[in-house]
């Protein structure tokens, strides 16, 4: 079909799963049965809308027969030609969703995610953004029915973060924030400034997808782990033995730090959370940069010291220039109503993939 990969492979693969899926040793690997499950059901899927987009076709090659026979009704060729009309349409709709189908799925869309956001250059005020970043995703999760767990954060003492870690856990949380990575500059008047100046701060965020211990080995020589006595503003909570935990990752210098719990094994078993995640995150990075190189349109590689959205809070107005998305209702944004500018991402996203699908070869 015109403008569609070829649908065979996709047919070939299904018969191959439905095979597997048959056998009666399937089910012992629970982890790979339901992910070969789920890849099942997704070209399953594909394979429908295909057989949908090729029924279309038919018809409208039936309507244009009828047109272009003379001896056609005038009121039945009428009515073919607003057929034709409504499914062109519906097959362009189709059309896009056979192609997205078609897009090889990212393996950590459906992952669980850690988050960081850093102050970046802005002093007080990037560290009170900070706080509002990280109040705007939490806001968003809750929307989306995800549950959040804190990992360690470093307050500032004018009520933001220098840096707060959290994990978000639900249903493609990373497929639905990992564009959020890079500086997110912010332009408002501190409640500090008298003179009613605005002044120009900002934050970085880094979307990791949770990494498991299959993903990549860690060689314990590599790790250099100590422990301190861990601290906390005014003396209250401040644990009374030794249960912060920093990891230093040799080979790269990458260092994590939790502080979070009162339990020296529960943080250890949080920084290597993150510490994993962090090396998972580089890895997939190189392998996007490689992808990246082919293609035309890049919304961004996930660098956080990549510029990618300015808050101008006098004018209420969000500005993503990676694809130049402009909207004017901040305050609803930073309450967590951000699925707009995530959906425009997407699709941003995708029409590049599918650009890429149909010709792999054009740069």
């Known amino acids: 079909m015109e403008g569609i990969p070829n649908i065979e492979p996709y047919q070939d693969r299904v018969k191959e799963i439905s095979a597997l899926m048959a056998s009666p040793n399937f089910f012992q690997d629970q ?82 995610t850690i988050v960081e956001v850093r102050a970046g250059t802005g002093g007080d005020e990037a560290s009170l953004f900070a706080g509002n970043l990280h109040r705007m ?29 959290f994990l978000i856990k639900g249903d493609d949380v990373y497929k ?80 994590v730090t939790c502080a979070d719990e009162r339990s020296q094994t529960k943080n250890k078993t949080k920084a290597m959370k993150v510490l994993r995640s962090r090396l998972l995150q580089a890895k997939e990075d190189e392998e996007r940069k490689k992808y990246a190189e082919h293609r035309k349109n890049q919304i961004g590689t996930g660098d956080r010291s990549e510029r990618i959205r300015t808050y101008n809070f006098p004018q209420s107005r969000l500005t993503d220039h990676r694809i130049g998305l402009t909207l004017h209702s901040l305050d609803a944004i930073m309450e967590g109503e951000i699925n707009e500018i995530i959906e425009a991402l997407l699709d941003a996203d995708y029409k590049a993939k599918i650009e890429e699908l149909i010709n792999p070869l054009k740069k």
């Open 31 to 112: 982890r790979k049965a339901a992910r070969l499950s789920r890849e099942h059901q997704k070209i399953s899927e594909l394979i429908s809308f295909y057989e949908k987009l090729e029924a279309i076709d038919t018809e409208i090659e039936g309507n244009n027969t009828l047109l272009s026979d003379k001896s056609t009704d005038p009121e039945l060729a009428e009515l073919a030609k607003e057929d034709i009309t409504e499914l062109e349409a519906n097959k362009e709709a189709l059309k896009q969703k056979v192609l997205i189908e078609m897009l090889p799925p990212e393996q950590s869309d459906s992952r669980d």
């Open 137 to 165: 995703y939490c806001r968003y999760a809750e929307k989306m029915g995800w549950s959040i767990e804190e990992m360690g954060a470093s307050p500032s003492e004018c009520g933001g973060f220098k840096e707060i870690t």
């Open 176 to 255: 639905r924030l990992k564009f959020e990575s890079g500086v997110h500059r912010v332009q408002r008047i501190p409640v500090t400034e008298s003179g009613g100046r605005i002044h120009t701060s900002a934050a970085t965020v880094a979307i990791l997808p949770e990494a498991e211990e299959v993903d990549l080995e860690i060689d314990p020589n590599d790790l250099e782990i100590s422990v301190c006595r861990a601290s906390g503003p005014g003396g209250q909570g401040v644990n009374t033995t030794d249960s912060a935990v920093q990891i230093l990752f040799k080979p790269t210098g990458m260092i």
